[in-house]
């Protein structure tokens, strides 16, 4: 376990269970964020998310939730992301433990061919849930959206009194539709699953207040901490893979460099060829210029 931290964000190197069994203290988190391994194969760095069998992941993740349970405040909110096929078991077992107050569904368009044989899945499930049902942060007035009927249709709503124009704004739904983070997307990072910086956003937002604590105890890329930072409140995130770990320093600005090495944004390959076109234009232009003037002499 290895620790990097300022006043106000700590990024800590290390496994989650361990980090949650001894590294964080009990009732001190506001919001908890989950995007865990889903067990469906994915390639993280070499390491790839599939158990043995789903009864071990299952433990394994039962594990983890009870554990960041005990992270909570009393005033605490948990929002926990897993496959579609994992929910049901997720959602029974924390049920018991906290009050689910959304069922989320996040959804993306795709276009390219997502199967063949049967419907493609283009939606990832999140559940929101308290410790207390009766006293939790939510900034309702932070994430409002534009409400469609009242503010382009103009209709009357006749059961106020006196009858007037629908509200024009609203609490989102449960059905949240955010673009997937893409290879060309500026806030793109190398790496499977990154999460857009708009769902932290509206996460974030709605169930802490600025100085809260933010914990994320699968980090990845660091967007959770990366978006707390950005609205004033603090961090706690955990990360195993060391070249994830890089760019949450990176993106934190917790450190320039990581055992010697310049932390820099990893170069995309339209961004190479960008940067050679740009540098052919300047030696073209060296050289017309560089003509010019022997030209005169």
């Known amino acids: 376990m290895k620790i990097f931290e300022n006043q106000d964000h700590k990024i800590i190197a290390g496994d989650s269970l361990d980090v949650l069994s001894s590294g964080i203290s009990d009732n001190s988190i ?13 390639n993280f760095n070499g390491c790839k998310d599939k158990w043995a069998t789903d009864e071990k992941y299952l433990h394994w993740c039962y594990t ?22 994992f929910m049901p078991y997720f959602d029974i077992f924390i ?25 493609g899945s283009m939606y990832e499930p999140i559940l929101f849930c ?25 209709l009357i709503d006749y059961r106020k009194n006196p009858p007037q124009v629908y509200n024009s704004e609203k609490v989102p739904g ?6 997937r983070v893409r290879y060309r997307m500026d806030e793109y ?19 802490s207040n600025i100085d809260d604590t933010v914990l994320d105890p699968f980090s990845g890329t660091f967007t959770t901490s990366f978006v707390a930072q950005q609205l004033n409140r603090k961090s706690i995130g955990i990360e195993l893979q060391e070249e994830y770990v890089k760019i ?21 390959s339209f961004e190479t060829k960008k940067l050679q ?15 010019r003037t022997s030209i005169h002499r």
């Not at 410790?131 to 939790?136: A, L």
């Not at 449960?174 to 673009?179: D, K, L, P, S």
């Not at 857009?196 to 709605?206: F, G, Q, W």
Request: proline fraction near 3%.
């Open 30 to 42: 506001d919001l908890i964020f989950v995007d865990p391994p889903y067990n469906i194969g994915k």
């Open 64 to 85: 983890w939730i009870d554990l960041c349970i005990s992270k909570l405040k009393s005033s605490g909110s948990m929002y926990i992301m897993t496959s579609t096929q």
């Open 95 to 119: 049920r018991e433990r906290l009050t689910i107050l959304s069922r989320l569904i996040w959804y993306y368009d795709s276009s390219g061919v997502q199967a063949r044989r049967y419907f």
């Open 130 to 154: 308290v410790k207390d049902y009766n006293n939790y942060t939510f900034n309702a007035q932070d994430i409002m959206v534009e409400a469609k009927t009242g503010a382009k249709r103009k």
């Open 174 to 179: 449960n059905v949240w539709e955010f673009a």
């Open 189 to 207: 990072e190398n790496h499977p699953t990154q999460k857009p910086v708009a769902l932290l956003e509206r996460i974030i937002k709605a169930s």
């Open 248 to 268: 949450g320093l990176r993106r934190l600005k917790l450190s320039e460099e990581y055992k010697g090495e310049k932390l820099q944004k990893q170069i995309r």
């Open 277 to 291: 076109q740009q540098n052919a234009a300047k030696l073209n232009l060296f050289n017309e210029k560089y003509d």
